[in-house]
């Protein structure tokens, strides 16, 4: 069974620039999640997408948004790049509708660098 | 905001030892509490999980103990090995005004000496 894929590993961008990350969830698994990870910060909750709608939201500026679409195949933008936006960006899918369900499958991650 | 707190930053535990990771949370959704292990480089990977309704789960060297009274949670990782050493996060099904979000530790970078 496949794992939560993640494009791109890597990217450097430079600040003003947007950027899109795309997440394929593990077959079957209907809920995608977006973290942020970065060393001081940890994992920093971005959004959770269920059915192409958005969830739940975190404290992150509009800059940040994401879609999902109806193969549960997720996109997060980032726009106006800032510096302070170099992070690892996680991907993570659940089942969403069973007990347990907010168990968490993660991709490897996409590391942004903004120079 | 909802956090869930978690000790220590860091630790360091000899071979054969025992390492203890602690974490308090909030008000919660009845869902699992799981622990993840991650490697530099690598996203989280499940390691153990356990229901709130169970005071303690055991998988190998790993173990989680729940006190659901005092919202705290453990995780003890018997005979620690040098394979061990990676950073560990706790999380909890924090609820929120739409459904349930896991929210993170801020983790605790172990390391295991010879």
């Known amino acids: 069974k496949a794992g939560v894929t993640q494009t791109p590993r890597y990217l450097i961008k430079t600040r003003g620039q947007q950027v899109t990350l795309s997440c394929s969830p593990i077959?079957?698994?209907?809920?995608v999640s977006w973290y942020q990870q970065t060393p001081g910060q940890g994992l920093q909750f971005l959004f959770e997408y269920f059915s192409e709608t958005q969830r739940n939201k975190g404290n992150f500026p509009g800059r940040f948004s994401g879609r999902q679409f109806s193969n549960s195949r997720s996109e997060m933008n980032v726009s106006t790049l800032e510096l302070g936006d170099s992070a690892l960006y996680l991907c993570?899918?659940?089942?969403?509708?069973?007990?347990?369900?907010?168990?968490?499958?993660f991709g490897a991650g996409s590391r942004l660098t903004v120079l | 905001q909802q956090q869930v707190k978690q000790s220590p930053q860091s630790l360091i535990v000899q071979k054969g030892g025992i390492s203890i990771i602690n974490c308090a949370y909030e008000n919660t959704a009845f869902d699992y509490f799981p622990w993840y292990q991650q490697f530099p480089g690598k996203g989280p990977a499940l390691l153990i999980a356990i229901r709130p309704d169970v005071s303690e789960k055991k998988e190998g060297r790993f173990t989680i103990s729940f006190n659901k009274s005092a919202k705290q949670f453990s995780l003890h990782i018997m005979d620690s090995q040098p394979g061990d050493s990676a950073t560990y996060f706790c999380a909890a099904p924090l609820l929120t005004v739409t459904a349930s979000k896991l929210t993170f530790g801020t983790g605790t970078r172990l390391q295991v000496t010879l």
């Open positions: 077959s079957g698994h209907r809920s």
């Open positions: 993570a899918s659940s089942l969403a509708w069973a007990r347990g369900a907010n168990v968490l499958t």
